[in-house]
C-alpha cells in the first residue's frame, strides 16, 4: 500500500506540472468528452426505455448514476492495467498523463483571465462572450460589474470542482480515483438542474456530487483562508470569518464553501440574482460589501486558487513522507 502511495504522490505531481505546463489545448482530445458523450448517449436511451414519470425518471437516474462512473473507473483501470502488463515505466506514465488530464488550474485561470484583459482594455462586448465560455449563467445582458462576479465566482467554485477535488481523489486513490470523481462532476454539470427537464432525472446524479465533493469542498475553503494570509492584499482573518458565516448560503451543500472564503479574503460581495436559461433565480449573497469589484479581482481569485492549490499538495505531502512513506 505505501509503494502505491507513492506512486499515486509522484503521478500527482508531475501531473500538477503536466497540467500547468500544458493545460487542456483547444482541439486536443480530452476523456471528459468520452465522459460527456457517455452521459448524453445514456440518457436518451432511459429516457426511452423508462416511463416518463416522476417515478421512472428517478429510477432512470439513478441506473446513469451507477453506469457511468462504474464505465470510468473500469476503463481507466483497464487501460493501466494493460500498460502495467507492457511495463510498469508505462503505466507511471499513464498515471502522470491522467492525473494531468483530469486536473483543470491551467485552463480555469486562462479563461478567466481572458474577462480580465478584455475588461482591462474597456472591451466589456469581449469579456461578455469570454465569460460565456465559463459560466452557465446568461450572460447577454451582463453589466460590467456582473460580468467580474461571474468570472470570480466561477474561479471560487471551479476551485474545488476543477482543481483541488479531482486532487484530492487522485492522491487518495490514483488516477482511478480521479476518474471516478470526474464521471461525477460531469454528470452533475449536465444533468444535475433543478429544471423540468431533470428535477427528477438528475436527482441522483447531483446527490452523488454532492457526497463525494463534501470534504474536498471544505478543505479548499480553508485552503482559501491559508492562502488569504499569504498574499498580499488578501485577508485572511475576513475570509475564515465570511467563509464561517456564509458557507452554507447555497442550494448546494459545497458551492458555497470555497466561494465565501474566497470572497471574504478578497473583499467583495458576490452572488445574488442571476439568469439560468431566461429564469431567474434569486440567490442570497454572500460576502461584504468592502468596496465595488473590479477586473483586478478576478487575478486576485486566480491567485488564491493556485496558492490553496499548491497549499493541499505540499500538505498531503507532508502529510504522506511524515505518516505514509517511513
Not at 436511451?45 to 446513469?64: D, I, K, N, S
Not at 477586473?295 to 504522506?320: E, G
Amino acid at each position: 500500500m505505501r509503494e502505491l502511495w507513492r506512486e499515486f504522490l509522484a503521478a500527482a505531481w508531475i501531473g500538477a506540472c503536466l497540467d500547468a505546463v500544458i493545460g487542456d489545448p483547444e482541439g486536443w482530445w480530452h476523456p471528459v468528452r468520452a465522459i460527456g458523450w457517455l452521459i448524453s448517449a445514456l440518457e436518451k436511451e432511459l429516457r426511452r426505455v423508462f416511463p416518463c414519470t416522476p417515478g421512472g425518471e428517478l429510477a432512470a437516474g439513478c441506473v446513469l448514476a451507477a453506469t457511468v462512473p462504474a464505465c470510468a473507473v473500469g476503463a481507466s483501470a483497464v487501460i493501466l492495467l494493460a500498460a502495467g502488463r507492457l511495463h510498469p515505466y508505462l503505466r507511471f506514465a499513464c498515471m502522470c498523463l491522467m492525473c494531468g488530464q483530469l486536473l483543470a488550474a491551467k485552463s480555469l485561470r486562462t479563461e478567466s483571465m481572458k474577462v480580465c484583459r478584455a475588461l482591462e482594455k474597456d472591451d466589456v462586448e469581449g469579456a461578455r462572450r469570454a465569460v460565456s465560455r465559463i459560466v452557465g449563467r446568461d450572460t447577454e445582458n451582463l453589466s460590467e460589474k456582473g460580468i467580474i462576479r461571474a468570472a470570480v465566482e466561477t474561479v471560487a467554485e471551479n476551485a474545488s470542482d476543477g482543481v483541488t477535488a479531482p486532487l484530492l481523489w487522485m492522491l487518495c486513490f490514483g488516477p482511478v480515483g480521479g476518474f471516478f470523481y470526474k464521471a461525477v462532476n460531469t454528470m452533475d454539470s449536465m444533468v444535475g438542474y433543478r429544471n423540468e427537464t431533470y428535477l427528477y432525472f438528475g436527482r441522483a446524479a447531483a446527490r452523488l456530487d454532492d457526497v463525494v465533493n463534501w470534504i474536498p469542498a471544505r478543505l479548499t475553503a480553508l485552503a482559501f483562508v491559508l492562502a488569504a494570509f499569504l498574499i498580499s492584499g488578501c485577508d485572511g482573518r475576513r475570509a475564515w470569518r465570511i467563509w464561517r458565516r456564509d458557507r452554507r448560503r447555497h442550494a448546494s451543500p459545497n458551492s458555497a464553501q470555497g466561494e465565501s472564503a474566497c470572497e471574504g479574503a478578497i473583499g467583495v460581495r458576490l452572488a445574488g440574482t442571476a439568469s439560468f436559461f431566461g429564469t431567474l433565480h434569486e440567490k442570497p449573497w454572500i460576502g461584504d460589501d468592502v468596496r465595488p469589484v473590479t477586473a483586478d479581482d478576478i487575478r486576485s481569485a486566480n491567485a488564491l486558487m493556485q496558492t490553496a492549490y499548491l497549499l493541499i499538495l505540499l500538505l498531503w505531502t507532508a502529510v504522506m513522507a511524515g505518516v505514509v512513506l517511513p
